[in-house]
């Protein structure tokens, strides 16, 4: 693709990145086949193609965004199918990131746009603000089919109440910073987790489910006091204002343990949240303070999956047989490119594992995408849902608690992270996603009292 900067844009380092993205697009259109919203919508300003467009002529033009040119950012998803498929390498990725930050920094949102961002913004990355709000939207429940009838932006409303939990589960250790987890028997490793935001308040049994897992295996978990949301969610919405803080706030506690007793890893349970980290050291390399200490942190970030993968495991205590439909998430599937281990676990752990039609096309969830684009986002959980029923699984298995939320708030069938279906098969407790089905098995007598769900903080 042809740009026309001018050696004073060049200048910027943020417009010569953007010039060599762009440089590589070849308008070949293979992203528009793997694109969720080009699929759904049929549009091209709702592809790859057509945003990279958008995002050029803005750049170039250096002109405020336009309302239309807003709507058509705003529904990627940024699942980066495109970049999984796009032959010439076009980093979307941050040309993405550059047109959100751009249009965050020159077009005013319509009032009611602006204020559920800002609520978003303020609860979805603090645990304990959340808690309280998905508290009081159980209250609110019953209005969200009047709600979805009524139109923007009162179905926004209707999805967060849909999507939030009718029972909350318990605070526990795995959910809470400072707290350490010694290895069972000789330790082989250190870890660092990812306690995160709305993971720790929405399920915080997949992080007690890895707990148990690693110490099993030899290896001490670690959640570093200090450490807390990713900063993705705003990151996403192009508020790097408050992203940054949250990114050098956790490397600043990271640094902590790895310059201390040291860290074999930093584990990620949420591989929305995995991908932003791995990407600090390019967030952040702009800062002399913290490009260093980035590239440090990036290094070591791993989906549980991926470390899981470099562990001698031992023989599974329990073959089920289970047919585990796995759902790929996006930001870990195109984001990290982590495909094959999710699945070599489970295959080597007895479960029979099945493939989903259209695998590759996004659930919906997207971090905040199923709230600020409830629409759009319907329309993909019920296409993920049917493709996954057509394969009659026994229960869905997947990396991303935002992709857990959105398929299960559409179907019977338990959805669940791996990494609690892999602490079962390894001595582990019954998921507590088995509860109220003929799937909940009973309880091993290899499974000791050290493998019950850790104690309530």
Known sequence: MQTSFTLQQLADPRIEEADAILRKCVHCG?????????????????????????????????????AEVALHIDRCLSCFSCMTTCPSGVDYMHLLDQGRRHIEETYRRPWHDRALRAVLAHVMPYPAR????????????????????????????????????????AKIQASETGHSFPAHGARKGRVALLTGCAQSVLDPG??????????RLGIEVVLPKGEGCCGGL???????????????????????????????????????????????????????AYREKAERVSALALDISEYLARLDLPAPRRRTGLKVAYHAACSLQHGQKVVKEPRTLLAEAGFEVLGIPEGHLCCGSAGTYNILEPEIAARLRDRKTANIESVAPEVVATGNIGCITQ??????????????????AHGGPPPEAFAGHALEPTRSKAASSSERPLAVS
């Not at 159980?138 to 409303?157: C, H, I, N």
């Open 130 to 169: 959340m808690r309280v709000a998905l508290v009081t939207a159980r209250y609110g429940r019953p209005l969200a089919p009047l709600l979805a009838r009524m139109g923007r932006p009162f179905d926004q409303l209707a999805m967060m109440l849909r999507l939030a939990p009718k029972r909350l589960p």
């Open 407 to 424: 398929i299960g708030s559409a179907m019977e069938i338990p959805v669940l992270h791996t990494v609690e279906l892999l602490d079962w």
């Open 234 to 288: 705003v990151h996403h919405m192009g508020q790097d204002e408050k992203a940054l803080p949250m990114a050098r706030a956790n490397i600043d506690a990271w640094l902590k343990e790895i310059d201390g007793e040291g860290l074999d890893a930093i584990l990620v349970t949420t591989s929305g949240c995995g991908t932003t980290i791995k990407d600090y050291a390019h967030l952040l390399k702009g800062e002399h």
């Open 206 to 215: 997949i992080n007690a489910a890895t707990i148990r897992l690693l110490t």
């Open 30 to 66: 293979f992203c528009l086949a793997t694109c969720p919203t080009y699929v759904e919508l049929g549009n091209e300003l709702d592809s790859p193609r057509g945003r990279i467009y958008l995002i050029k002529d803005m750049l170039e033009a250096e002109k405020p965004a336009t």
